[in-house]
Every structure is written in structure tokens, then in C-alpha cells.
């Protein structure tokens, strides 16, 4: 059961940036949390600030900004620039800033990319602002484990969209590696046994239907005998031919020596076939195949 809350877009969690902007030899810095991936290659990041906001005006396409993540060593600062307006407080006196591209970024922050505005969408009191990354920095003190330090040593402020900050807790799993046991089970468990009257039917319509021997025993990992030995009781029997009472009864039927050798020779001598045999006398390809060996 569910119960319905009033509508929000809830993507989460959200770590708070620090948007950093020049405009006229001004440093802009205002705190979001409206952040998304847009693409991966190119690395592109969309950005929705509110029309209000006093570093919306500083914000063309064309523009170069920082995105920069501040650490939950920075809590009062990233809050402060959450509240208080730029038209009201030089926000920029709270931070280093350093250039990248002619780009200002918060020194303090372990994290910062420069990116450039390559496009804006208007949505009522709301523009996104489309974001190319161009530079992807990170504190040169951190340790780096296949070039992107863990969640837990940067340390991200999380933004809960309930009015509270959080921070990262601890490591739970590796990507494609917890779903891959359970993945393995369901596969064990639910995969259609290969043996089975539904499958053998399937594996023989999908031969009918034109797939060859050996992609049939390459996807249903079935040796390619097999295969041609149930496609065989299927197009003599049809699909009672594919039955485990059906196979019984071809394991079932009696035969003299003298009666299996004169089968085995009228086969060797091309007299009948395979087919013709296991027709005829009601027995198995894979016993006919026997006789066959022993008698050689
Ligand atoms: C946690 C948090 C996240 C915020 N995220 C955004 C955001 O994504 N976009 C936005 O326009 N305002 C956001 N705000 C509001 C601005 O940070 C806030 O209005 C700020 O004072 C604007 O500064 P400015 O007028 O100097 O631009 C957020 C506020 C908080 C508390």
C-alpha cells in the first residue's frame, strides 16, 4: 500500500553545489540543489535556477560557471549562501576563489567542475541551464580509486528536500556485483529447464521456424544431437512425440538379438533409415544409434 504526499520532484538524495559566476569583476556564489546528469559523453549537467535569484541575471549562454561541492566541513557557509541573497551580501568574501578558464571556483571545495552554458530552457518561473563540463577538478590530496575518490572521502552535504542536510553513511555494495548473485539464482531457478515438454516444443518450433542446429544448442546450451533427435520425433510424432509417456514408450519395445541385428544391417545396407527405423518399429533414435555402435 501506498498513500499519495503532494507532488514533488523527488530525485534523491541531492548534494548541494555552490554556483559560482564573474559578471563585471563580481564573484556570484549562490547554493542549488536542482542539479541533474544530462549526458555522460559529452559530460553535460542541467542547472535550474529560479527567475528571482540575483545570479540569474549574471547567466547567458555563453557563460562560463562552477559548479563546486562543497564538504560537510562547510555547512554554514553552503547554508548561508541557501539564504541570504548576493544583492544583499557578498557572498564571495566567505570563500578563496581561484580561476580555471577564467572561470571563479571555491578553493575550499574538494570537488569543482567548469563548465559552460550551452543552453537554456524556460519552464514558467524556472530556467535550466544546459551545462557542458570542460574541466573536472578535485583536491590533490584526495585518494583517487580508479580517478573517482568514495562518496565517504568527499563528503558530500546531501539535501534531503525536507528542510534538513545529511551526510553520506557507509558503503553498501559494488556495481554488477551484488545483483550478479542474485541474478545468478533466478537464472538457475527460473530458466526453462532445457528437458522439459515446453522447451523441447519451443527448441523444435524455433527450428521449424528456421534456426539452426547450432544456435539452438549454443542458447540452450543442449547438445546438437539432442536437438536432432527430439526436431526428428517431432516432425514423425508432432508434439506427442516431444512427451516424456512417448519416450517411455520408445525405451519400452523388446527386441531378440537376431531382431536388433537385422534392424542395425537393413540400416547399414540403406535399406531404411534412421527415421524409417525408429518409425517402423517404434524405437528410439538414440537406441537405434546404439545398436549401430556396438555392432561396429
Ligand atoms: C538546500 C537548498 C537548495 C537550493 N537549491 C536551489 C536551486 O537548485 N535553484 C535555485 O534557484 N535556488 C535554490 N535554492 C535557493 C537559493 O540558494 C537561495 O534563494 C539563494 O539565496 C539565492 O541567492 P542569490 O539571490 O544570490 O542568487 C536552494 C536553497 C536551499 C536551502
Redesign the pocket.
Known sequence: MKKAIPKAPLVYP?P?ALLGVEHETKV????????SVMGEMPPIIG????K?????KQLDVGSMISINYPDTTMIDKA?L???????TFD?ASLFTTDYLLETPYIDECPVVLIAHIIDIVSIKR?RVFVCEVRRTLIEDTLAVDRNIPSMNILDPII?GRDGK?YKIGSVIGKTSLEGRTLYQDIKKHMAPKPYSFHCKLKICQEKDAGKSYRKLAKAYDVYHETIEDWYALYTMFGREGLTKAFAHKLAKTQFTKAEKADIVRRIRSGELTYRDACQRYMVSLSRLRNWMKKTR
Open positions: 541531492l548541494i556570484y556564489y549562490t547554493t542549488v540543489s536542482n542539479l542547472v535550474m535556477i529560479d528571482k535569484r540575483a545570479i540569474m547554508d549562501c541557501a539564504t541570504v541573497s548576493g544583492e557572498k524556472q539535501y542536510y
